[in-house]
Each structure stands twice: as C-alpha cells, then as structure tokens.
C-alpha cells in the first residue's frame, strides 16, 4: 500500500511537472508577438517599436526559453506565481479572488448533482424498466446532450426575466449565484445518474448476491454492505471525469452569467497575453486534477485492492 | 426430526419446470440428487430450502462455486461475522469449525480472492454449518474445484458431520462423487425425478433411460472424488 502510495505520488508530481513546462512552451511559442499585446493591453494606444522592445524586456520575453521557465519555476515550487505582466501586479491576489468566486460555484454545483442523482438513481433502480426508471433515463440523456450555454440562457429567461425571482448578471450577493450553479448542476446530475443508475443495476446483479439473501441475510444490509460498494466503483471513475465537464461547463458559465471567476480571469489573460496569468491557471487546474485524482486513486484501492495492487 | 416435503412444484413463465415432487429424509441422511445440466436439480434445490425454512427447519445453502457465496470487496471476517447475524446470533465455535474444515490457517483480514479457491468453497462450507442446521444442501459443491482439492473438502465436510444430526443433500452431476458420498440416489429428468433408491442399486441396475445414460460413462469410477 505505501509502495503504491509512492508510486501515485510520483506520477502526480510527473504529471504536474510536464503541464507545466508543456503549457509554458505552448505559449512561449505561440504565434504573434506577446511584446506587442501586453504593450496593448497596457496602454491602449498606438505604439512606437521602442515601447514594444521596453515591454519585451520587462516582461523578461527577451531570455532564452529554459532561462525563463527555469525563472517561472523556481518560485512557482515556492508557491510564488509572479506578477502580471500586463498590470505588474502580483498574480496571486488576483488568482485567489477569482477562485473565491468559482470554488464555491463548483461546489454547489457537485452538491447539487449529487444531491439530484443519487436520490433519482436510487428511486429508478427499484424497479427497473418502470416508468420511473424510463423517465429518469430519458431525462438523464436530455440532460447530457443539452449544453450548459444553452440552459443558461434557458433559465436566465424563465427566472429572471418572465418571472424576475433570481438576479441573472453578476456576482454581488449569494441569490447570483444560484442560476449558475443550477445550470451547471444540472449537467452533473444527468450524466450521473446515469452513471449510479447503470452502476447500481450492475451491482445487484452480481452473482454472489442471491447466496447471501438465500443465507438470510437481510436486504438493507445487502444494499449497504454489498450493492453500495460495488456500484460506488464505476461511480468513482466518472467523477475524475465529471470534475473536468465541471471546469470546463465553469468557464461558459461564468461568461454566460458575467461572474468575475477563474473562467473570466483565463479568458481575459489569454487575449492579453499575460503568461504569468494563464500559467497560473493552468497549473492551478492541473492541481487540482491531480489531487482529485489521487484522492479517487487512493480511494480505489481502499474499496477494492485489486485495481492496481499486487496483494490484498 | 424427519424432514418431509411434498408436492414440491414450480412453474415459471407458464412452464412447468419441477413437476410434483416429495421426498422425505432422516437426521443424518446421505442424499444425491444427480441428472444433466437442465434437468431441474437446482430447482429441486431451491424449492426444498423454501419448503423446509417455511416448516421452520434450518436449512443451509452451499453453492457451486465461491464466486457465488462470496462478495469480492468485503473481508472473510465480514462475511463470517454478517452469516452469524443472519442466523440471529447462535452459538458458534468457530476455531473447532475452522479446524474440521482445515482452514484455521487462513487470514480473516483479507478478501475472498487473497484464498485459494479450495479454502474459500471450504469457508463457503463453513458458513454453512453455523448453528448446526437440519440439512445443508450443496449445490455442485465441487465442479469449480480441482479433483484432489474437491475430494478433501468432502472428506472434511463428511468427517465434521459424522455424529451429527445435519442431513446432507448433495446435488451433482458428477456420479462419480455421488457414488463415494451418498447412500440414496434420486435421478432426475425434464423437471422429474425418474428413479430412486439405494446408490448401489441404481449403479448396478439402472433402470430409467436417464440413469442408463448416466451411468453408461464408467469413467466415473476413476475420479478421487
């Protein structure tokens, strides 16, 4: 267990090693001239090539590639991002003011596709193929292949203009973020559902199961101590993935809703140019990714050691 | 007490696939149930159990192979401890079940898939005689594992019953096990039973077409089990 333990650290520090540089590079190589941008973005206005050049070494765009990775790097172990080469700032403030407005827009929005799928998932399962079950699977496919701009804007109309209950733009108070985190919620919960649905089906119908009624065991304690565990498998593998929908739908969402989160925040910075920004971001996501996924990883071998893992 | 059902029946999607039966067995009793695959032995199984806990016997179940007795992701020690609070609490030595069966050296930690399979039919096998029931019904008890292993779990099992009250029924398709293991003998066909009698009477003189055919294939008598 430790061994694999060390391994999945390794891998995660691998992982995040080559985003970095991986994003680093992309954008070091990126067509047009950054120089350029940032000077436009700093000062909005026509400029002389004597400018661009004062930009260029000010930003630190004049060194060689591995000189200025190696420069992003070393205090980005520290925790240290930079500043922006647009406003000079340090990056940090910024970043952590635009994660205060998504974090807790993600969470409600995994709170609420849990809290819709399970409870649905369950209901459907106890009679598979009734109408319950036919209505929730219909749903659940509506529900994936509507896109999140699209019931954005859907719920945008109904609850904020017709009937004017809920604030569409902005993020001032918590009532903002209520459409937002229903509309992304809502895609978590269909392809969940689907997922705990078929995930619980496939459990109950393992083959050891009609043993341990036959031996009397009862069937709550077979749902808890046996189905639950079984069906949490597949469930767990999808949401590594459903966190990736997750920041993705963010992003729409954000701009639909004119939130001033992380999603603004990258979009602003990558048509500015501003490295240090995007960098930032990306490393944050990659983070992120990699935590959960070795949270997910560990979690695995916990409920079932097999999934990778040499002995019992 | 003597265990009596009849008019055992079961139909299904309108189809009947056990046709009336009775039988009836003492405390102890050696009883093989064989036929080919499809001919109903199962469902004779299944119905007796329902039969007999209905009339309030105890009556325990062995399936055919581990992979069907035992959840994967949950540990020995779960299992065991879940088999005892379903059947309310009784009174289990559990070292002297353990050692009978010859599995006393087994880890209780670890899940179903850190045993070999031999040990966990045997576990299987144990969880089954929790309490002393009125009859174990086993099912194949032996077609998923090897011949030497299969023939030592059955001795074990045969030596731990030795003296008790428990009936065994064993069902197979395996004359061969059927032939060292019990004294009565039912052969069944199409969802009948179609002979009965002593086990050497229906070896030496098979009298219905399926016990003909069972019997035609003498390699039986080589198998250790």
Partial sequence: MIAALAGLLLRAVVVLFGTALLTFALLWN???????????????????DDVIDQVRVEAGLDR????????????????DFGHSSVTGRPVWPDLSNAMGYTFPLALAALVIGIGVSLPLAYLATRRPGGWLDRASVAVATLGTAIPAYWLGLL???????HLAWLPAMGARTPAHGILPAVTLGLGVAASLTRIIRSGILEARARPFLPALRRRGVGSAAIGRDHVAPHAAVPVLTVLGLELAFLLEGLVLVEAIFGRPGLGSFLVTAIMARDFPHVQAVVVLTALIFV?????????????????????? | MTLTVSGLRVVRAGRTILHSTSLSMSPGDRMGLVGSSGSGKSTVGHALIDDLRGQGHSVSHVPQSPDEAL???RSMAFHWREAERALGGVDVDRAALFSALGIDGGDMGKRPWGWSRGMQQRFVIAMALIGTPDLIVLDEPTSALDPVV????????ERHLQGRDTAMMLITHDLG?????????????EG????????????ARPQSVAARALTAHKSWAMVPC
């Fill in chain 1, 30 to 48: 990126s067509p047009g001239d950054p120089a350029q941008a940032i000077a436009m973005a700093r000062f909005d206005a026509l400029l002389t």
């Fill in chain 1, 64 to 79: 060689t590639f591995w000189v200025a990775f190696l420069d992003w790097l070393g205090p980005l172990l520290r925790l």
């Fill in chain 1, 155 to 161: 719920l945008i109309l109904i609850f904020a203009v």
């Fill in chain 1, 291 to 312: 935590t959960v996924n070795l949270v997910i990883d560990v979690a695995y071998r916990i409920l079932d050691p097999r999934i990778g893992g040499r002995d019992a």
């Fill in chain 2, 71 to 73: 959840d994967p992701l």
């Fill in chain 2, 150 to 157: 299969a023939a030592a779990s059955m001795d074990l099992l």
């Fill in chain 2, 177 to 189: 096990l059927a032939a060292r293991r019990v004294s009565q003998l039912m052969v069944m066909a």
């Fill in chain 2, 192 to 203: 009948r039973v179609v002979e009965r009698g002593a086990t050497e009477d229906i070896l």
